[in-house]
């Protein structure tokens, strides 16, 4: 079956602009994640969302960073007025129901700020 | 002191070695683990999950957890040159949250 699906698969943009990544999770998996990862580092939460509950927001790095999640599945991060530290590879991620259980990356979005 | 510790190599072992890979945490009350590999360039995959003590075996892995010593460990037997990667260990905590280690990079020489 399908896996995570993340788009675009890289983007390159100006300091300054806003970007917004998607991400499409496994059908039925009702927990969604994102995560950053920068060049030779581990993986730093960002942000779940778990069904119909409030996200656990807790791994936003500041207020230029925001997700959300229509109808329960496909979700959105949007980083408005982009910094060059924002480069990374932001990674999403889901399960099945919550983090108790394995969850399944997609390939990710290399974004670049020039 | 760090959620999740692992050491971050690089671990070397000879082909056709055991490889043992090592993540300690500090929430007690965790209750899931998680090895997962990761090419350079890609994404992480699940290798191997782990709820209760004791050992539990996937082919030539192996997945290790102690909560009273607060580990979990993965063991890669007969470690092939296709082994070599980042292995991520991550834990779900007492919020029900999940954190990963910052991995140990694993090389098998042939």
């Known amino acids: 079956g399908a896996g995570v699906s993340q788009s675009p698969s890289n983007k390159v943009t100006e300091k300054g602009k806003d970007v917004e990544l998607r991400c499409d999770p496994i059908?039925?998996?009702?927990?969604l994640y994102w995560y950053r990862q920068s060049l030779g580092q581990g993986l730093e939460f960002l942000i779940y969302?778990?069904?119909?509950?409030?996200?656990?927001k807790s791994g936003l790095p500041s207020d230029r960073f925001s997700a959300e999640r229509t109808g329960g599945s496909v979700s959105t991060l949007t980083i408005q007025r982009t910094q060059q530290e924002d480069s990374a590879v932001y990674l999403c991620?889901?399960?099945?129901?919550?983090?108790?259980?394995?969850?399944?990356f997609g390939d990710g979005t290399r974004l670049s700020i020039l | 002191q760090k959620e999740v510790e692992q050491n971050s190599g690089p671990l070397s072992v000879p082909e056709g070695a055991i490889a043992s890979l090592n993540c300690t945490y500090s929430?007690?009350?965790?209750?899931?683990f998680f090895w997962y590999r990761q090419y350079s360039g890609k994404s992480p995959e699940l290798i191997m999950f782990?709820?209760?003590?004791g050992d539990k075996e996937d082919g030539r892995f192996t997945a290790q957890l102690n909560k009273a010593s607060q580990y979990v460990s993965l063991l890669i037997r007969d470690s092939q040159p296709s082994d070599s990667a980042t292995y991520l260990c991550a834990v779900n905590g007492n919020n029900n949250d999940m954190r990963f280690g910052a991995g140990t990079r694993l090389t098998v020489k042939p």
């Open positions: 929430d007690r009350g965790s209750q899931s």
């Open positions: 969302f778990q069904g119909n509950s409030a996200p656990d």
């Open positions: 991620a889901s399960s099945p129901d919550g983090p108790r259980q394995p969850q399944h």
């Open positions: 782990i709820y209760s003590n």
């Open positions: 059908s039925g998996h009702t927990a």
